[in-house]
């Protein structure tokens, strides 16, 4: 989710950076110190002197571990199933001898595939396919009309897509199906924490960048009941339809995404506006393993340079924890 104000600002922000910039950070990070960031404990636990709604001081986030190989990478367009349309998207493959992790990158509201782009090519450069999908509605030259979109067809569109990968057939041969991971921006963390509590044995790990775990509240605090809600109507700058708020007004997050117990690595900014801090703390209390990075002063989507490259890095470092990827 983005301002109406800063959305672009968001999105250039997100699609600027070059994958080799993001690779050249990572590398900084695994042979030097940590980024200044919140490290929170796992199964829930609060850290001394914190509760969810501040934050403590910054401490050193987890670094990747060990040298790391580059490699060089293909770009194929595959598309996926959902719901009887077609939806395009984009796979990023490793030169690889054997099937390798798959890492599903999904973007945020109004957002596209080419916005999450350099955060999978600089995996792919690592030696882990990942693919960019598109949702029905879900942004500017996609499939279907936005007014029809919500955050639970979204949820349908990432379930085809696992299911197309695990079939390791169709272009998806590369794909290792017991290592897929999600890793979802902003709507994509909320829409991709959903899934992985719903197949919770095909996912074999989570990251979420700055999720907007706090749709359901924007909405109540924009209109007084669901009957208030017009069929078409702008929402943070999005032209959406009434489908968005129905599937979400009465819709607890927390309580389904607690079904997820494989580790989880949450990362969001201190000065988020969006969607504040607080919402991932929340959700840090509410896994029964997560980690929560906080990137001091960063808002809601990352500047290219050092926040999105502490957020990289944090996510390759996890990456390595839960053995998708060699330290």
Do not use: N
């Amino acid at each position: 989710m983005t301002s109406p104000t800063g959305r672009r600002a968001v999105l250039k922000a997100l699609g600027a950076t070059g994958a080799a910039t993001l690779l050249g950070a990572v590398a900084a990070c695994a042979s030097g110190p940590g980024s200044e960031a919140e490290t929170a404990p796992p199964s829930g636990a609060a850290s001394p002197g914190t509760t969810p709604d501040a934050a403590s001081p910054g401490s050193s986030a987890p670094a990747p571990q060990g040298t790391l190989p580059t490699y060089a990478y293909e770009t194929r367009d595959l598309d996926v199933t959902s719901q009887g349309q077609t939806l395009p998207g984009r796979l990023y493959v490793p030169a690889a001898d054997a099937a390798v992790p798959l890492v599903v990158c999904s973007h945020g509201l109004c957002s596209a595939p080419d916005d999450v782009a350099p955060v999978a090519q600089a995996l792919a450069r690592l030696g882990l396919a990942a693919y960019c999908p598109s949702f029905r509605g879900g942004g500017p030259g996609s499939v279907g009309d936005m007014t029809r979109m919500s955050v639970m067809t979204e949820v349908a569109d990432l379930e085809a897509v696992l299911t197309a990968a695990r079939t390791a057939t169709g272009g998806w041969e590369v794909v290792d199906p017991g290592r897929i991971v999600l890793l979802g921006q902003s709507q994509g963390g909320e829409v991709s924490a959903v899934t992985a509590a719903r197949h919770p044995e095909q996912v074999a790990g989570l990251v979420l960048w700055y999720p907007a775990f706090s749709i359901t509240d924007t909405l109540h605090s924009l209109y007084t009941s669901l009957d208030a809600v017009p069929q078409d109507y702008s929402f943070l700058g999005c032209a959406l339809g009434r489908v968005y708020a129905q599937d979400m007004w009465d819709y607890d997050v927390y309580t389904e995404i607690a079904g997820y117990t494989a580790p989880v690595l949450i990362v969001h900014g201190s000065d988020d506006l969006v969607v504040p801090y607080r919402y991932s703390e929340r959700a840090r209390t509410t896994y029964p393993d997560a980690e929560l990075v906080r990137i001091d002063g960063a808002g809601h989507g990352f500047d290219e340079g050092p926040e999105e490259q502490q957020a990289l890095a944090a996510t390759v470092g996890y990456l390595q924890r839960v053995g998708v990827m060699k330290a």
